[in-house]
């Protein structure tokens, strides 16, 4: 599933899912230069979990050793005196969670319902994954109805976005700020379609007719392009190297 490369499209709303828990937005909003490079931490992070997934065992565990280095620093306390650390294996699941069922949202919605093995397998993947980021075994849903389970719990009680979730999305939905801000409606637009409606909410984000209807008109374009896409633009880079690798 990783292979597909319009799975981008949802970068935006996984990183203001992410953010959205007030503990990852003061580590973003300490530790990192959002406000001059607002796509930096999620291409980083896209790249390296790419890297990981499709490449080598040397090249994965490179890729895991960078993830670690650069979450070292990132600890420190919240303005309300909550303390934060990257390698605090709840938000590391919590990272890993949004990156996961915002993938899954979207494949479904443009090529259809995986079956439930797929999905099992799929969360499967990504649970290993963060295990060796230092998620444990405690913190981690089992079965992919329990992360399911979990996001609801979470986004009922803990994730709610606060000054720093909402300085860092106005940072990623406005990166070239000298832009007018109705040229950014269409993307805005995509990307709140694929939050969920509490978060969707607690941003301010507009999610009207005109809202809806372009969503669907964008999901209703990628189910009819995305099949007839050629491989060398529908695969991503990592994934093609890694299937010549096993021919």
Known sequence: MNRETFLLLG????????????????????????????????LRTLNTTLAIVFGTTRQARAGLARIDRRHAPVRGQTSEGRAYDARDPK?????????VLTSLRLYELVLGRLSDADRESYWAEARFFASQLGATDAALPRTYADLVRYERVMLAHTVIPDDNAVAVARAVLRPMR??????????????????????????????????????????????????????????????????????
């Open 11 to 42: 970068g935006t709303a996984a990183l203001l899912l992410q953010v959205a828990h007030p503990l990852v937005a003061a580590g973003v909003a300490e530790h990192s230069d959002f406000h001059h490079q607002p796509f930096g931490r999620l």
């Open 91 to 99: 938000l590391v699941v919590w990272v890993q969670a949004t990156l």
């Open 178 to 247: 000298w832009l007018p801000a109705p040229l950014y409606w269409m993307s805005d637009a995509f990307t709140t379609g694929l939050l969920p409606p509490s978060v969707r909410l607690s941003y301010g984000l507009p999610w009207r007719t005109r809202e809806r209807l372009w969503f669907r008109f964008v999901i209703s374009a990628l189910r009819r392009f995305v099949p007839a896409t050629p491989g060398p633009l529908r695969v991503v880079p990592h994934a093609r190297r890694y299937e010549r690798r096993i021919r």
